[in-house]
């Protein structure tokens, strides 16, 4: 049974920072491109942010990129996405993706990913 469970998802402020995590279970993340992607409602699911398998780089989307850091707890099968200065139009579900290939070089598909998490929700507002 292949299972992604995302959790941190929360109330913030705007400026504030959250980190979401993406525990994998019945998968090696290690060996996968791994990415988050948000839906606000009535949007269509955006990609944020990926990692590419193994020994693969990070790509940001240009709306997050100085603010998100996403990174790999290996040992703990888990991978992370620390959020700071956050805004309001962070607000969204957010959810991990997981893909067997080489992905996550230039961009974030949604097409390109295979086991997805529930989702978390992560508000920003004041």
């Known amino acids: 049974q292949v299972q992604l469970v995302e959790s941190g998802g929360g109330l913030v402020q705007p400026g504030g920072s959250l980190s979401l995590s993406c525990a994998g279970s019945?998968?090696?993340?290690?060996?996968?491109?791994v990415a988050w992607f948000r839906q606000a409602p009535g949007k269509e699911r955006e990609g944020v942010s990926c990692?590419?398998?193994?020994?693969?780089?990070?790509f940001y989307k240009d709306s997050v990129k100085g603010r998100f850091t996403i990174s790999r707890d290996n040992a703990k099968n888990t991978v992370y996405l620390q959020m700071d200065s956050l805004r309001p139009e962070d607000t969204a579900v957010y959810y991990c993706a997981a893909a067997w290939g080489n992905y996550c070089e230039d961009d974030v598909r949604r097409t390109d990913y295979d086991d997805w998490g529930q989702g978390t929700q992560v508000t920003v507002s004041s």
């Open positions: 990692v590419g398998r193994r020994w693969g780089g990070a």
């Open positions: 019945g998968l090696t993340l290690y060996y996968y491109s």
